[in-house]
């Protein structure tokens, strides 16, 4: 198993109280596990972030990469507004003077290489692999759906794969998540920390077959929810209740991170 880096939980809670400065959506639960993630390679490979926002999980995978080694991480993000999911920019046409004003402040500007486009446009050109795909972009299942078979191909053996806001009443992560990634033999271990579903990619399907029982039961519990989220643009009185009562069963609490790093090594 690997091992945390030296004074690990200081440096996350440090990380945690920086990060607060940024504008976004991560809860501290989530913040953690991103940078538990970063700090310990499951993999060869490179971290690349689709949908940046503000800064705010780009700023704590660049900090938290650094404990790694990693010279840099990748982010994508066009930086507007095209997709109803998108978070209210509240008449500002680009959230780019802020992602540039929050990456300069907390000194990692240097350590991120941005690009500027759609995901589905850099994934055109992209050939290096990854040991951490972060997929947090237009959440409709076009969008995802984008995201996820544009890079997955260039998955390293036992990546990371982690989608924000499967639990959210969005119905792009979790119809990727149930059919491309639990449904699937290429994935192992996987779970929930808050609203990221996250899972290991396994080029040997007989290393992922291991997890069957644990992805079908978990793909169950999923699958409850779809009816009312997928044709549905928004939940109202006793549906959303309901709605929010079987998403509570979804086993979804902080990770121990070194429960997790038995669990994926």
């Given amino acids: 198993m690997k091992k945390l880096p030296e004074s690990f939980d200081s440096f996350v809670e440090n990380l945690l109280a920086e990060a607060e400065t940024v504008e976004g959506f991560l809860s501290p639960n989530e913040m953690r596990f991103l940078a538990l993630v970063a700090a310990c390679p499951t993999a060869n490979g490179d971290v690349l972030e689709i949908g940046s926002f503000k800064g705010k999980s780009t700023v704590i995978l660049a900090k938290a990469a650094q404990l790694a080694g990693d010279a840099k991480i990748y982010a994508v993000d066009p930086l507007t507004a095209p997709s109803a999911t998108d978070p209210d920019l509240r008449g500002d046409e680009s959230s780019l003077k802020d992602f540039q004003t929050n990456i300069e402040r907390h000194n990692v500007a240097d350590k991120i290489e941005f690009h500027q486009t759609f995901s589905y446009q850099l994934a055109e050109t992209w050939t290096r692999p990854l040991r951490f795909l972060w997929i947090d972009g237009d959440h409709t299942y076009k969008g995802t759906k984008l995201d996820f078979d544009g890079f997955a191909p260039h998955l390293a053996d036992g990546a990371i794969v982690a989608m924000h806001d499967v639990l959210h009443e969005f119905d792009g992560g ?75 069963r979804v086993p979804r609490s902080a990770v121990n991170p070194n429960d997790w790093l038995k669990l994926v090594s």
Avoid at 176 to 183: A, P
Avoid at 184 to 210: E, V, Y
């Fill in 174 to 248: 979790i119809r990727v998540f149930m059919e491309d990634i639990l449904l699937s033999p290429n994935f192992g271990a996987s779970g929930f920390c808050g609203s990221i579903g996250w899972a290991q990619f396994r080029r040997d399907k007989q290393t992922g077959a291991r997890f069957r029982a644990e992805k079908l039961a978990l793909y169950r519990k999923l699958s409850r929810l779809i009816p009312h989220i997928v044709f549905k643009e928004n939940l109202r009185g006793w549906e959303k209740k309901i709605y929010k009562l079987k998403r509570s």
